[in-house]
C-alpha cells in the first residue's frame, strides 16, 4: 500500500513571502509523483507532476516542487506567493507499482494581500 | 472548464431513498474515476473505469454501485446510503489508467444523507 502525508493544514501567508507545503509518502518502490491545486469554486486541477529525471519540476504559476528521494518528500515551493494563489493544494502518489493514485490530506493556503 | 461535468451539484436524499449520480467527460478519454471526499479527510479512490471495464473497487459498499455505459459517461448509483456516507463525490477521467496519467477531475456532486 502507500499513503501519503501533508503536514500542513492551513497554512497563512502576506503577499511575496514564500511558500513551502511539505508532502511525504510511504511507498517502498518507484513512485509518480503530482501536485493538484484547488482554488475557490474551481475544480480540482494539475498543478505539476514527477516522473523521472531532473529531481526539481517546475509547474504552473511560478510553482516548482523537489522529489527527494532519500527523504521521501515531494515539498513544493513558490518564491513569492500572490493573494490569486489561496487555494487548496493536494499532494498525491501513485506507485508504478501500485496503480492507484493516493491523495494527502490538503493543504488550505490563505494569502493575504 | 466544462471537460467534466457532474450532475446533480447537491443532493439531499433519505437513508430509503435510491438516487443517481451522472458525470460526463468531453475530453475523449478512456479512463473514468469516482472519488469521496469527506470532511478532514483524504480523498479515497472508489471505483475506476477503462474503456468501459471496472478494474478497480477500493472495498466500497454494495450500496453504491456504479455503472459505465460507454467511455463518456459514469454514473453511481446509490440505495440505502447511511449519514456518514454524506461527502462530496468527485469525478475525474483520464486519457488511460496508467500510472502517469493525469486525471481531470469534475465539480463534485455534494450529498446529505438525512
Known amino acids: 500500500a502507500q499513503s501519503v502525508s501533508q503536514h500542513n493544514h492551513h497554512v497563512i501567508l502576506s503577499e511575496a513571502a514564500s511558500l513551502e507545503l511539505g508532502c511525504n509518502y510511504s511507498y517502498g518502490g518507484t513512485v509518480n509523483l503530482f501536485w493538484y491545486v484547488q482554488y475557490p469554486g474551481q475544480h480540482l486541477q494539475l498543478l505539476l507532476k514527477?516522473?523521472?529525471?531532473?529531481?526539481l519540476v517546475k509547474g504552473i504559476k511560478g510553482f516548482e516542487a523537489e522529489f527527494i528521494k532519500s527523504k521521501f518528500s515531494f515539498n513544493l515551493r513558490k518564491p513569492s506567493v500572490q493573494w490569486s494563489d489561496t487555494a487548496e493544494y493536494f499532494c498525491a502518489v501513485c506507485g508504478t507499482s501500485y496503480g492507484k493514485l493516493t491523495f494527502g490530506q490538503g493543504t488550505i493556503l490563505t494569502v493575504h494581500p | 472548464e466544462t471537460g467534466v461535468t457532474q450532475t446533480p451539484r447537491h443532493l439531499v436524499m433519505g437513508m430509503t431513498n435510491k438516487k443517481s449520480l451522472k458525470c460526463e467527460q468531453h475530453l475523449g478519454h478512456n479512463a473514468m474515476y469516482w472519488y469521496k471526499q469527506s470532511a478532514k479527510k483524504p480523498l479515497e479512490l472508489m471505483f475506476v473505469y477503462n474503456f468501459k471495464e471496472q478494474t478497480e473497487n477500493n472495498s466500497v459498499p454494495s450500496r453504491f454501485s456504479p455503472e459505465c455505459p460507454n467511455s463518456s459517461h459514469l454514473f453511481l448509483h446509490l440505495h440505502t446510503l447511511q449519514p456518514e456516507d454524506s461527502a462530496l463525490y468527485l469525478c475525474?477521467?483520464?486519457?488511460?489508467?496508467?500510472?502517469?496519467?493525469?486525471?481531470?477531475f469534475g465539480p463534485g456532486t455534494r450529498l446529505l444523507v438525512l
Open positions: 475525474a477521467s483520464s486519457q488511460g489508467s496508467g500510472t502517469k496519467e493525469t486525471q481531470y
Open positions: 514527477y516522473f523521472s529525471g531532473d529531481p
